[in-house]
């Protein structure tokens, strides 16, 4: 073999050997990847189920779908408030929200609106923020309008 063939020879040796080694400690890594993913999921899993299942227990009556979903749509605004986003992914998740609730037509929903007040309340809106989500979500109709802000006082008090 000439100097250059060996010269091939080795790099082409060494290129496979650090692919192979590569290889084998994303293989090794993996596992414990999909560990901790699964980890995590399931230790917020069971927060979120132990919420759902003590609320779900409690009844399984439609007034009780409501009032559980109003007190999600309470926490999402809050939350939503204090970190800010675009108002058309606020009421997309709002509808998701619904879905996940079985409640049907969110948007004409007066406990969507109650909701939406009282998470208001929760992130301790200014009046201002208050009358610009109200204006932003309820628009011309004064139902929504007024359900906002009963949302609104019932949990700032």
């Not at 809050?78 to 675009?86: L, P």
Request: aromatic share 8%; hydrophobic share 30%.
């Amino acid at each position: 073999m000439t100097l250059i063939g060996r010269r091939r020879h080795g790099i082409a040796r060494l290129s496979f050997d650090l692919l192979l080694g590569a290889f084998l400690i994303a293989a090794l890594l993996l596992p414990l990847g999909c560990s901790f993913s699964a980890s995590s999921k399931s230790s917020s899993d069971s927060s979120d189920s132990s919420a759902s299942s003590s609320g779900s227990s409690a009844s399984s009556s439609p007034d009780s779908r409501e009032t559980q979903y109003r007190n999600d749509v309470r926490d999402y605004t809050a939350s939503y408030v204090k970190s800010g986003g675009r108002m058309e992914d606020f009421k997309r998740r709002l509808g998701e929200l619904a879905r996940e609730r079985d409640v049907t037509n969110w948007e004409e929903n007066t406990a969507t609106y109650e909701g939406i007040g009282r998470g208001l309340g929760k992130a301790q809106a200014s009046p201002v923020e208050v009358q610009t989500y109200t204006t932003n979500l309820a628009g011309s109709d004064p139902k929504k309008a007024e359900a906002i802000q009963k949302g609104y006082e019932a949990e700032k008090s």
